[in-house]
């Protein structure tokens, strides 16, 4: 059981920047496919982005061109740099993994817990 463990949430003013940490138990990165999500409150599941083994990148309209997805595999680490942050992009934040799933739903074997990120105006 891959295990998946997300850090670097927090408060950030509106304009701000915050860089989103996932560790995974396990050397999975080079196969698997891996993803951000996030939930506000009262709100479904929202799919952010995602990096496929081969490095392709994808992302959501809502923050293309302010969020930067990445790993360092040597490190099992996903990241997702977030900037220029608006109070529509608070909520927990999911890093997810999967080596049969790639797309945009929440298809993904691996979940970790979340970090709360709250940008505020």
């Known amino acids: 059981q891959v295990q998946l463990v997300e850090s670097g949430g927090g408060s950030v003013q509106a304009g701000g920047s915050l860089r989103l940490s996932c560790v995974a138990s396990e050397a999975i990165y080079r196969r698997y496919c891996m993803a951000w999500f996030r939930q506000a409150p009262g709100k479904p599941r929202e799919w952010v982005s995602r990096?496929?083994?081969?490095?392709?990148?994808s992302y959501a309209d809502s923050v293309q061109g302010r969020f930067s997805i990445s790993r360092d595999n040597d490190k099992n680490t996903l990241y997702l740099q977030m900037r220029s942050l608006k109070s529509d992009d608070t909520g927990v934040y999911y890093c997810a993994a999967s080596d049969t799933y790639c797309g945009t739903g929440t298809g993904y074997k691996f979940w970790g817990q979340g970090t709360q990120v709250t940008v505020s105006s």
């Open positions: 990096i496929a083994p081969g490095d392709s990148e």
